[in-house]
Structures are given as structure tokens and as C-alpha cells.
Nanobody, 122 residues
């Protein structure tokens, strides 16, 4: 099992930036991919971005393309989500998930962190 811990959330004004971190520990060799998802109150968890620990392509939801960037630091077993030009509709709890495939569905991921709250004020 992989343990995932998110951090970096907070309150920011529209147009501002935040960088989320997802630190992995445990059986990290069993997790080939990591994805960021978000869940707003009363809504389903939706895909934001994903990538493989080994590199290769990155994948984004159309709603965040050009504003968010997913990256990794393998030495630290940490994945980041740089969020720029934030909008009020980006407000949600952000989760990182570990899995085998960098898919866009939450069912593609096995392990999840506890989430970090991002609130964007207008």
C-alpha cells in the first residue's frame, strides 16, 4: 500500500497561484502513476491532471489546461500541482491518487490521500 499526503492548499484570490504537493511513502514501487482530482461540495470527484512517475506525457482536464502544471520530484517521491490564474470555480478539495495507469477516472487509482482544501475568492 502507498501512503499519500497532500499539502499546500489554502485561500487565495482569483487570479492567484498555489502549489499543491503530494508526498508518497510505503510501497511506492507499486504505484506507477499519480493523478490529481478535485471534489467540490455536493459534486463528484473529477479528474484534474495525471502523469507517470517514470516520466512521459502529462494529462490534463480541459478546464485547467494552460493554467495548471503537474510535475514530479522522484528523489523526494513527491508530485506537485502548480495552479496559476485560479478561478472561483477551482474551489474544491484536491486529492492525489496512486495507481497503475494515469487515467482520468477515479477508479483508475487505488490509493488516495486525505485531501487539501483550495478556496478561491472572487
Amino acid at each position: 500500500q502507498v501512503q499519500l499526503v497532500e499539502s499546500g492548499g489554502g485561500l487565495v484570490e482569483a487570479g492567484g497561484s498555489l502549489r499543491l504537493s503530494c508526498a508518497a511513502s510505503g510501497r511506492t514501487f507499486s504505484s506507477r502513476a499519480v493523478g490529481w482530482f478535485r471534489q467540490a461540495p455536493g459534486k463528484e470527484r473529477t479528474f484534474v491532471a495525471a502523469m507517470y512517475w517514470s516520466g512521459g506525457g502529462t494529462y490534463y482536464n480541459d478546464s485547467v489546461k494552460g493554467r495548471f502544471t503537474i510535475s514530479r520530484d522522484n528523489a523526494k517521491n513527491t508530485v506537485y500541482l502548480q495552479m496559476n490564474s485560479l478561478k472561483p470555480e477551482d474551489t474544491a478539495v484536491y486529492y492525489c491518487g496512486g495507481g497503475v495507469v494515469a487515467g482520468t477516472g477515479s477508479h483508475d487509482y487505488i490509493d488516495w490521500g486525505q485531501g487539501t482544501q483550495v478556496t478561491v475568492s472572487s
